[in-house]
């Protein structure tokens, strides 16, 4: 434990609290897969808003799952899931910048993992975007 801890210390990584930032271009679905695979509803309301609109989200949010891990003698186990603005924003390049330093002034702010990187990024692109090539872009 005391070397995980040492190891996420040097690669500027959160030790008490885990992110997963959710990344891609506006409309790919990051909101959608943030309330698809981890079934975050509440009252049969989805937590991270979604629609048929290019562009919904405009601001760098979490939403923090809390569990307990008796395999691992665990207990409140935090794992913080990042919704960010999309790129190719409807509103220009001006607003990619501005998304891009959300996401950035997000993770310099926050009130646990200040100033460290995301454990983990997950990169979504739409199942028909033609413009990955290679062997297994068959779908």
């Known amino acids: 434990l005391i070397n995980h801890i040492w190891q ?3 690669i500027d990584r959160g ?3 885990a992110s997963i930032l959710m990344f891609g271009a506006s409309g790919v679905g990051k909101s959608s897969t943030i ?3 981890f079934d975050l509803k509440e009252n049969g309301n989805q937590f991270a808003k ?3 609109s290019p562009s919904e989200t405009r601001e ?3 939403f923090n799952i809390v569990n307990d891990d008796p395999n691992f ?3 409140d186990i935090t794992l913080g899931v990042v919704d960010s603005p999309g790129l190719g924003d409807s509103n220009g390049p001006r607003q990619d910048v501005c998304n891009i330093f959300s996401i950035k002034e997000f993770y310099q702010d926050h009130p646990i993992i200040g100033n460290c990187y995301p454990n983990l990024i997950f990169i979504l692109i739409k199942a028909s975007d033609n413009r990955f090539n290679g062997p297994n872009t068959s779908f």
């Open 15 to 17: 030790i008490g609290h």
């Open 73 to 75: 003698n665990v207990k």
């Open 60 to 62: 760098t949010i979490e």
């Open 50 to 52: 979604t629609s048929n």
């Open 8 to 10: 996420s210390c040097k």
């Open 35 to 37: 309330n698809h695979i």
